[in-house]
Nanobody
Framework: QMQLIQSGGGLAQAGGSLRLSCAAS????????MAWFRQAPGKNRESVAS????????DYRNSVKDRFIISRDNAKNTVYLEMNNVQPEDAAVYYCNGRRQSLVYWGQGTQVTVSS
């Protein structure tokens, strides 16, 4: 089993920045990919950004490209999401997602609130 523990997030003003962290523990052997998802009230959970663990290749949803940066620290088994120029539409509960072998794991979620 692998556990994902999230930290960071909170409240930011529009145009401000926030950083999310997600640390993997337990059986972290053969992580394939880590990602961030978000879910706003009344909406489906959507992918925000993902990163291939072994080579760092990243992918983003269009609405966050050039504003958000996903990165990883392999030695710490931690993935980060740097959120810049946040907008009210970025407000949601953010979830860390990890894929290891054929299994998918989720973090506990963290609230991101943006004041306009």
């Amino acid at each position: 089993q692998m556990q994902l523990i999230q930290s960071g997030g909170g409240l930011a003003q529009a145009g401000g920045s926030l950083r999310l962290s997600c640390a993997a523990s337990g059986n972290t052997y053969a992580i394939k990919q880590m990602a961030w998802f978000r879910q706003a009230p009344g909406k489906n959970r959507e992918s925000v950004a993902s990163i291939v663990w072994h080579n760092g290749n990243a992918d983003y949803r269009n609405s966050v490209k050039d504003r958000f940066i996903i990165s990883r620290d392999n030695a710490k088994n931690t993935v980060y999401l740097e959120m810049n120029n946040v907008q009210p539409e970025d407000a949601a509960v953010y979830y860390c997602n990890g894929r290891r072998q054929s299994l998918v794991y989720w973090g506990q979620g963290t609230q991101v609130t943006v004041s306009s």
